[in-house]
Each structure stands twice: as C-alpha cells, then as structure tokens.
C-alpha cells in the first residue's frame, strides 16, 4: 500500500520559514515527479511547485525565489522550503507523487498558517 506521510507544517509569522517533508512508501514503480500542492479555504487547489526525475523544477509565480522544491531519490522524499511567507500562502499543503506508469499519489495535507 502506497502511503505518503507528510510533515513539518504549522503556525508561523509573516516573515517566517517552513519546511515541508514528504515521504513516500509502498511504491511498486519507481517516482517520476513530486510535487506540492495547495489549497486554501474556498479556493481551488493549486499547484506550488513541482520536481522531475531530472531535478528540473517549476514554481508558481507567486512563490518563485522565496519557495524551494527539492528531492531525496534514495528516501522517496521530496522537501518544500518556504521562505518569506505571507499570510496569503496559508493553506493545506499536499504532496503528490508518479510514478513511471502515471500512477498518481496524494498526501494526507498538512496545515501551514501564516499570522499577519
């Protein structure tokens, strides 16, 4: 069974850093692209960055040079570190995973909240 077990979320004030952890078990195939995504209260959920097999990486443009995606191949883990929030990147984070075959996985979410 796939299980993705993200952490490192929480209360932090504007200004702040985070850092995000995911990682993943139970994978048959081996990971293509990790990602994170977000979701604030009566929002749509959105992209926030995202890493290939190759580490080319891709942001939003709303967190791009204060929010860095990497990856730990040998731990099936992927990392967010924020910088710099604000109050407008309080959301529920989710990590996602593919494998080769395109088979996609979610994470359960974790809650970062900035305070202004």
Not at 14 to 34: E, T, V, W, Y
């Amino acid at each position: 069974q796939v299980q993705l077990v993200e952490s490192g979320g929480g209360l932090v004030q504007a200004g702040g850093s985070l850092r995000l952890s995911c990682a993943a078990s139970g994978l048959i195939f081996s990971i293509n692209a990790m990602a994170w995504y977000r979701q604030a209260p009566g929002k749509q959920r959105e992209l926030v960055a995202a890493i290939t097999s190759a580490s080319s990486t891709n942001y939003v443009d709303s967190v791009k040079g204060r929010f860095t995606i990497s990856r730990d191949n040998a731990k099936n883990t992927v990392y967010l570190q924020m910088n710099s929030l604000k109050p407008e990147d309080t959301a529920v984070y989710y990590c996602n995973v593919k494998d080769v075959r395109r088979n996609m996985y979610w994470g359960q979410g974790t809650q970062v909240t900035v305070s202004s």
